[in-house]
């Protein structure tokens, strides 16, 4: 598969990988825009939002639920942090799988657009 998460979970592309369960993997973005700026996504290719069947939507729950332990482990948890998923190319996707932003470590702007 093309997809760069999916070489990413096969073990094809090296990445520094963090988290990682049955269903989850969780490594730092190569081009990090905060100082703690972590990539949540789901093991199985799942293109977008728009493409989780309903028996998928529990997922979702379960990348949230990963982002917040790993905000903890990072330490930004008290201070505050970001969870972005983006959708279709005008909303900023560019890796055609689903895929979530963990941000924080510094003050973000509170302008989102």
């Known amino acids: 598969m ?3 998460f999916c070489q ?6 090296p990445s520094e990988i963090i988290y990682q369960d049955e269903e989850v993997i969780a490594f730092r973005d ?3 825009q905060a100082p703690t700026h972590l990539i949540i996504i789901p093991r199985k290719h799942i293109p ?4 989780l ?21 990072e330490g930004i948890t008290e201070t505050g942090y970001r969870l972005v998923v983006n959708y279709g190319e005008w909303g900023g996707q560019i890796v055609p799988h ?6 924080g470590g510094k003050r973000l702007s509170a302008k989102l657009g």
């Open 48 to 51: 977008s939002l728009a493409e």
């Open 30 to 32: 190569i081009n990090p």
């Open 53 to 73: 069947s309903p028996a998928e939507l529990p997922l979702i729950g379960r990348m949230v639920a990963v982002a917040h332990k790993l905000a903890r482990e």
């Open 8 to 13: 990413i979970v096969a073990g094809k592309i």
């Open 2 to 4: 093309d997809c760069i």
């Open 98 to 103: 689903l895929h979530m932003h963990l941000l």
